[in-house]
């Protein structure tokens, strides 16, 4: 991830001046797409366009789905989210539909002129600009706000989309309030049935655990990972503090070898935030995060991570005071919360309140 982001930032500064935005385009691997967006936010104040390469059955080259790779993105605070290449505008249209299900987010879509086909040793595109024209308009009907063309496409199949499409009003997608935890390849909503988080994956009162922690075992951390997938875990904490170890470097190496080997989405879990921070920017996919609460220093340290990186937070009714004894005191706590991420433009559907 790290030299990831260097070799795009390289990028970013290369053309950010004069650009009116920076379109990342042609992804096919979420984790490499997280490393282009971070390098672009944090090199430039340029409007970010995301757009992914889908295969016919709707996922990534490394898995993701629709779901997953917007919940990401919209999490790291993209501008614009799309497709582009990989498929012709009749294939793109199922995809479309549902990313309107779960984005908020403009949409941009670049279709190739239909799928390669080789003849005579030559790939060709089948699609003329009269067909790619009328498919771009039904695409322009469905809701979008910004069009174009990818592989096979040339300035005649550009001018027939315009010449159709430029009287039809781009269309945003309603906001949602869909929260979803997500890693790279499985999302977990909140909110609709019962999720179940996992917490074994923690060392308090369990001695073999600590013994593990203390020898840098990561084979022990995946083995318990594995026991709870296997009986139904939806998500798994991932709590590794101790005083006595490097708790910012082993709860990243933890999150790094988990999600190397489960499909599962993560909770990170630690009171020190250098840990993680370190760990949302290695975390391929939308992580839920444990926790904040309503001290003043808590929330000023918590929340411009979840602002960058995404997250659905864990927020606890306890401040400077204490945990009220009455149900108004907590409600305050949470409301004192809810107005604090507002501030940071956090989305009230991101924060999960424990009264």
Known sequence: MKKAVELFAEVVNAGKDGCDAVLIETMSDTYELKAAVLAAKENCSLPIFASMIFDEKGRLLTGADVKCATAMLEGLGVDVIGFNCGLGPKQMIPLL?????????????????????????????????????VDMQEIAKIGVSYLGGCCGTTPEHIKKMINLCSDIPDSVPEKKNITLVTSYSTA????????????????????????????????????????????????????????????????????????????????????????????????????????????????????????????????????????????????????????????????????????
Not at 123 to 132: C, K, L
Not at 207 to 227: R, S, V, W
Not at 242 to 259: F, G, R, T
């Open 97 to 133: 539909k549902e990313l309107r299900e779960y984005t908020s987010l403009p949409i941009l879509i670049m279709p190739n002129a239909g799928l390669p086909e080789s003849v005579d040793g030559k790939t060709v595109y089948n699609v003329s600009p009269d067909e790619f024209a």
């Open 188 to 355: 977990v909503e909140i909110g609709r049935v019962p999720v179940v988080v996992g917490e074994r994956i923690n060392p308090t009162g369990k001695k073999l655990f600590k013994e593990a922690l203390q020898n840098n075992n990561i084979e022990y951390i995946i083995k318990e990972g594995i026991n709870q997938q296997e009986k139904g875990t939806h998500i798994l904490d991932v709590n590794i503090g101790l005083p006595e170890i490097d708790e910012v470097k082993m709860l990243s190496d933890a999150v790094y070898n988990l999600q190397s080997v489960l499909p599962l989405p993560l909770q990170l879990d630690s009171s020190d935030p250098k840990a993680l921070e370190k760990a949302l920017r290695i975390y391929n996919g939308k992580a839920m995060i444990n926790s904040v609460n309503g001290k003043q220093k808590s929330m000023e340290e918590i929340f411009p991570l979840v602002k960058k990186y995404g997250g659905v937070l864990v927020c606890l009714c306890l401040d400077e005071s204490g945990i009220p004894d009455t149900r108004q005191g907590r409600i305050e706590i949470a409301e004192k919360i809810i107005a604090k991420a507002e501030e940071y433009d956090i989305d009230k559907k991101t924060l999960l309140l424990t009264l």
